[in-house]
């Protein structure tokens, strides 16, 4: 009975060792290389994929080289060869160092050496005090203080001369012990430096090495297998601490029709894990937005004692007029600068692949990269293309009496570009920079390409023509603005010029008149009036408006 009973044992055992090794060979670790990543505007999700040995059942695969700003949640494992049962996130601390008595002789060593330095500086402290004390006393000496009453000058004499020389030994002896004393001080700053470095060795928990203290981050897939087989398992996951925003550079030329529009991704990343040599997709989505409707709420009305309305807004911009540049210097060398350009854009397209869905543009870049974990910025170009674009001069005088050229590009659409700032460069020079809102709702975008000072402006009020008068109950006031443009080109431009005369609101008691426009264009509704001029080489224009408001006698305007 006892036989069979000790063979019963022994089996159990034998059955829990095999079980044991048979899980700690299923149980593999691995340091996948990152293959891919996609930048988001704010996140990247980083991918990885790992070729691994799969034995029958269940087994855990162990994935190492991974960020540790990785979100849980986001986890996702796949495997065509097995089934993926789970995947997590784990933390393995390192194991410390057993305690070793290594340092048990220099430890020792250093203790005593300690305890001498201590009484070194008890005997100074010691020999300081008794210093301290025979300089008090000689101090309030009577005899010192010239207090006895048969006092004489040779015994004056003789008590300073006296009082100098132990006071200077007394003072040098004090220096000297002093500087003993730092010596002494600073040797056992250095021994406890020691000390507590041996003793940190000692117990096994040096943290001289701040990454040796740090945990190892794990992502654990674990997979069933029917039969033993070479499985591919691919796994991703999202962090935050990765962006990205748009920069164009944006290059125009006077001898061609199109602007050039370089599309660069400034990445930025700092997951604590180096992205070395992969490619990267740029993503125009953001996961870390809200992605439910918003709700409305009912929205009541009711009255109120007193309300007063202030008219706001206010129009400012370019119409939509497109007027060319002339002239003959526009038209050279325009054919080789395209053939260039459209090199270019060709070579591009066959590393960047852009794919538009319903709620986001992608660009997949297939040349590699390598982005360091440093939050510094890093430059990707994700596109380049060629827009059709007009150039027209345009002023407004009565804000800055300089002329801008102004490119009006169309087709902007077909980039999928999103707003950002844009470098601007024109014939080959830098222009400066600007901010590019593509987030409008037309189909033409107005990009300021400088200064040009060769056309020269100025507006002025004419000061007979700036009367008013009062009539019956009525107060009236006639404005006269006279506005100069010249072209100092050695070639003739065409140049739109707006200006405007003020709009009434919220009274009809208010009434503007415009009673000579000089052939501008008024839109009724902002008062604003434009008029586009052809002037020849050296060629002057004089623009005139004639306006007049009406109002109440007894009443202030407000906005003149």
């Given at each position: 009975?006892k036989?069979n009973?000790f ?12 079980s044991?090794e048979?899980?700690?060979e299923s ?21 990885y ?14 994935f190492?080289?991974?960020s540790?700003?990785?979100?849980a949640?986001?986890?996702?494992a ?7 049962m ?20 220099e430890?020792?060593s ?14 100074l402290?010691?020999?300081y005090?008794v ?5 008090q006393?000689?101090l ?6 010239g207090?006895?009453l ?8 003789d ?6 020389e132990?006071?200077n030994?007394?003072y ?7 500087r003993?004393k ?6 056992k700053?250095k021994l406890?430096t020691r000390?507590n ?5 000692q ?5 001289s ?5 740090q945990?190892?981050?794990q992502?654990?897939v674990t ?5 033993p ?12 601490t990765a ?9 125009a030329t ?5 602007i ?8 930025t ?8 040599n ?15 409707k918003?709700?409305?709420s009912?929205?009541?009305l009711?009255?109120?004692?007193y ?20 002239g003959?210097?526009?038209m050279?060398l325009?054919?080789e600068?395209?053939k ?6 060709s070579?591009l ?5 852009i794919t538009e ?5 992608e ?5 590699k990269?390598?982005?360091p ?7 990707v170009?994700i596109?380049?293309?060629?827009m059709?674009m007009s150039?027209?001069?345009a002023a407004a005088?009565?804000?800055c009496t300089?002329?801008?050229?102004v490119?009006?590009?169309t ?7 999103i707003p950002g700032?844009?470098?601007?460069y ?7 920079e600007?901010?590019l ?14 200064r ?11 000061n ?10 009525e107060?009236?006031?006639t ?18 010029i ?12 208010i009434k ?19 008029w ?8 002057t ?8 408001i ?8 407000a906005g003149?």
């Open positions: 009975m036989k009973t063979t019963a044992i022994a089996t159990a055992i034998a059955i829990v060792c095999f044991y048979m899980f700690s149980s593999k670790k691995y340091t996948p290389k990152l293959q891919r990543v996609t930048v988001y505007l704010q996140g990247a999700h980083l991918y994929n790992e070729s691994v040995n799969l034995q029958a059942g269940n087994n855990e695969i162990v190492e080289n991974i540790p700003d990785l979100s949640s986001s986890l996702q796949s495997c065509i060869e097995a089934v993926v789970d995947i997590k996130h784990n933390l393995k601390y390192k194991e410390k160092i057993p305690v070793s008595r290594k340092y048990d002789r430890i020792t250093i203790l005593d050496s300690l305890e001498e330095l201590n009484y070194l500086i008890k005997d402290d010691n020999k005090l210093l301290t004390t025979e300089k006393m000689l309030n000496n009577r005899i010192i203080k207090e006895p048969r006092d004489s000058l040779p015994l004056l004499r008590g300073m001369s006296f009082l100098k132990k006071l030994s007394i040098e002896q004090e220096l000297k012990i002093e003993t730092s010596k002494i001080l600073k040797q700053s406890n000390y470095a041996l003793l940190l060795l117990s096994g928990t040096d943290n090495n701040p990454e040796a203290t945990p190892i981050q992502v654990i997979l069933y297998a029917d039969a087989i070479m499985a591919q398992i691919n796994f991703n996951y999202f962090v935050q962006n990205w925003i748009p920069i164009y550079d944006l290059q006077s001898v061609n029709k199109n050039q529009v370089k599309y660069f991704a400034s990445v990343q700092n997951t604590k894990l180096e992205w070395t992969v490619p990267l997709t740029i993503s125009t989505s953001n996961p870390n937005e809200t992605n439910v918003p709700e409305l009912p929205w009541y009711n009255f109120v004692e309300l007063k309305k202030y008219p706001s807004g206010y129009y400012n911009g370019l119409s939509n007029v497109i007027i060319p540049i002339q003959e210097t526009l050279g325009k054919d600068k395209k260039e350009d459209l090199k270019n854009e070579y397209n066959n590393y960047v692949q869905n319903l709620i986001r543009t660009y997949e870049i297939k040349m990269y390598t982005i974990a440093d939050g510094k910025t890093h430059k170009l596109d380049q293309k060629e059709p150039m027209q001069f005088p009565k804000v300089d002329a801008f050229l490119a009006r590009v087709k902007w659409e077909d980039m999928n570009i700032n844009a470098r601007i024109f014939d080959g020079g830098y222009v400066g600007i901010y809102n593509t987030s409008t709702t037309t189909d033409t975008l107005n990009i300021g390409l400088g040009d000072k060769n056309i020269a402006l100025t507006r002025k009020k004419i007979e023509n700036y009367k008013t008068k009062i009539i019956s109950d107060k009236i006031e404005r006269t603005i006279e506005l100069m443009v010249r072209n100092t080109k050695n070639i003739p431009i065409e140049i739109m707006d200006d405007q005369i003020p709009v009434a609101r919220g009274s009809d008691d503007v008149v415009l009673l000579n426009s000089d052939e501008a264009k008024l839109d009724p509704g902002t008062g604003k009036l434009t586009n001029k052809k002037l020849k080489s050296k060629e224009e004089k623009i005139t408006f004639i306006y007049e009406r109002y109440p006698k007894g009443k202030v305007l003149l």
